[in-house]
């Protein structure tokens, strides 16, 4: 059963599912393509999370009850449209990383592992992009190999570098600028995530796959 | 460079270290992790930008922690609105809340604020500066907005271009409109159904104390400090949040998420504030107190049509 609860005084949040996946991911991605291409002006804003929807409308144009009986069509059709999960091939990323983090002993240690067996663990596994927020361009990957699950640093990092590739409980993600952060860092990706003069402005979207690729330390001599 | 080859508009000789070029924020971006940010106290950017009869969102300076020196170098007319504080032109005093004309070369400046935190200056047609994702919004975190387009602060040497303007005559805020910002009325808010729903949390606490602003409030959250709240469950997958969230983290001390806040959230929310009344929130100085009071969202939503339609009145159906 598909939740529509309020979120404060201008905005909807649809509960799609009780638990994320990467099928998920992309029939939101769907959804929410649906809903603004046919209720675009009132919809001001729309931020996906691992199983929600959440979207910000325009008072002057519609409110709560309203907009939920514009969704309500589209809804279900959503629920019963089984092309949708079907014939959406989902993009996919190959991001080239050098695992060089200075939480790389770190994590290794507390996981029982060797340094190898981390970045081995961590590079082979296919992500999914299930939330994007944060920060701008900030993707949330799901998920992290049940070896390598931390909680986050007791104490946040005041600045992270931009670009570091960074672990926390079962997600792992890419800082696309630099700023204060609590997780684990593994390593770093110099390929742009964010530049607000291109189109779309960022490079990881919701329900898109993303491997990272062990880059030789030493090729950064080339 | 010489005058001749510079832009008309205002020269600022003298500023706070947070002083920003705002408007009504770089909505249509969320989707991508991009903050709305924008003005902090929307009543009185609204009332600024009235007074020149700028469209609702016209760009202009919002600033806190102190006071302003600007030369002018355009004629045109200005308005002050927000915190109080003394306004002199070549000398001469100026009333607040109100649009008066300036000519170039005369020397206007600002006091720092006896009331109140965040000051905002709008001038005729507004700042001309190029907007980036769709506003000039200045998001310092994100690099976004400002003058330069990367989320810079105005410092002292910067140009604000500004065009020509002329009014028949001046106009001012209604009294009935005017804030007390030295005795903000408390702050209400629509509470989460979803956080009262089993009984097992009770609100109570919330209401009955008066709440400290701590010191690490910023354009992002408003810190709030008092007796910890009980934990609230916790919320299995980060979330969509909106302005005037209210978050609960772990250690029972409520967050305010303002102008400047992230798009997503994981911790457990308690309520909404009023847009409305979020600006009066922004202008209470750290280290003072605040206490909430409930209210329900058709109420809420009928303030803000209100709102709207004296303020936004094309954006209507």
Same mark, same amino acid.
């Not at chain 2, 700028?54 to 016209?58: A, I, L, R």
């Not at chain 2, 009294?175 to 804030?179: D, E, G, I, N």
């Given at each position: 059963m598909i939740g529509c609860e309020p979120v404060g005084a201008e905005a909807l949040l649809l509960v799609l599912a009780d638990q994320p996946s990467p099928e998920l991911s992309g029939r939101i991605r769907t959804l929410a393509e649906r809903i603004l291409k046919q209720l675009g002006p009132l919809i001001r804003d729309w931020v996906a999370g691992w199983t929600t929807l959440l979207l910000h409308y325009d008072l002057c144009l519609t409110d709560h009850q309203d907009l939920e009986q514009r969704l309500l069509p589209l809804l279900r059709d959503w629920l019963t449209d089984k092309a949708s999960a079907s014939s959406l091939k989902p993009y996919q990323h190959e991001l080239a990383v050098?695992?060089?983090?200075?939480d790389l002993a770190y994590v290794a240690e507390q996981s029982g592992l060797s340094v190898a067996d981390v970045i081995q663990i961590h590079s082979s596994t296919l992500y999914w992009v299930g939330a994007v927020g944060f920060?701008?361009?900030f993707a949330y990957l799901g998920t992290l190999d049940q070896r390598l699950v931390l909680p986050r640093r007791s104490t946040p990092r005041l600045s992270v570098p931009a670009g570091s590739l960074a672990i926390a409980e079962r997600q792992t993600a890419i800082y696309p600028q630099a700023s204060p952060g609590g997780w684990h860092l593994l390593g770093r990706c110099l390929?742009?995530?964010?530049?607000?003069?291109?189109?779309?402005?960022?490079?990881l979207q919701l329900g898109d796959r993303v491997r990272f690729v062990a880059v030789d330390l030493g090729s950064l001599d080339d | 460079m010489t005058d001749a080859s510079l832009p008309n508009g205002l020269r600022v000789l003298a500023c706070t270290p947070l002083t920003l070029l705002q408007d009504a924020g770089r909505w249509g971006w969320q989707h991508l992790g991009v903050s709305p940010s924008g003005v902090m106290d929307l009543r009185a950017a609204a009332w600024a930008n009235y007074l020149l009869g700028? &469209?609702?969102?016209?760009p202009l300076l919002e600033w806190a922690l102190g006071g302003l020196r600007l030369q002018i170098k355009q004629d045109t007319w200005i308005a002050v609105c927000g915190a109080e504080r003394s306004i002199t032109l070549d000398g001469q005093t100026c009333p607040h809340a109100t649009r008066f004309a300036v000519r170039s070369g005369q020397l206007l400046e600002l006091g720092a604020a006896v009331a109140g935190l965040w000051g905002y200056l709008a001038v005729a047609g507004g700042f001309q500066v190029k907007p980036v994702l769709g506003s000039v919004a200045t998001q310092m975190r994100e690099r976004l907005g400002g003058l330069g387009g990367q989320g810079q602060i105005i410092k002292a040497g910067d140009w604000l271009p500004c065009h020509r303007a002329h009014y028949p005559r001046a106009a001012h805020r209604p009294?009935?409109?005017? &804030?007390d910002y030295r005795n903000p009325k408390p702050v209400r808010v629509m509470l989460n159904p979803a956080t009262v729903k089993d009984g097992s949390w009770t609100d109570a606490p919330f209401w009955e104390q008066r709440w400290r602003l701590s010191p690490s409030s910023d354009r992002m959250g408003i810190r709030l400090q008092g007796k910890a709240l009980a934990a609230l469950p916790v919320v299995p997958w980060s979330q969509g949040v909106v302005t005037g969230s209210i978050q609960l983290p772990p250690d029972g001390q409520p967050i305010v998420l303002m102008a400047?806040?992230?798009?997503?959230?994981?911790y457990p929310v308690l309520g909404w504030a009023h847009p409305l009344d979020l600006g009066a929130l922004a202008q209470i100085p750290a280290g003072q107190s605040v206490q909430f009071q409930p209210i329900e969202r058709a109420q809420v939503q009928q303030d803000l049509r209100c709102f709207y339609r004296f303020f936004r009145p094309d954006a209507q159906t």
């Open positions: 050098y695992y060089d983090g200075p920060a701008p361009g390929e742009p995530l964010f530049d607000p003069d291109t189109q779309p402005p960022v490079r | 700028n &469209p609702w969102g016209t009294l009935a409109f005017k &804030p400047d806040r992230q798009t997503i959230g994981g």
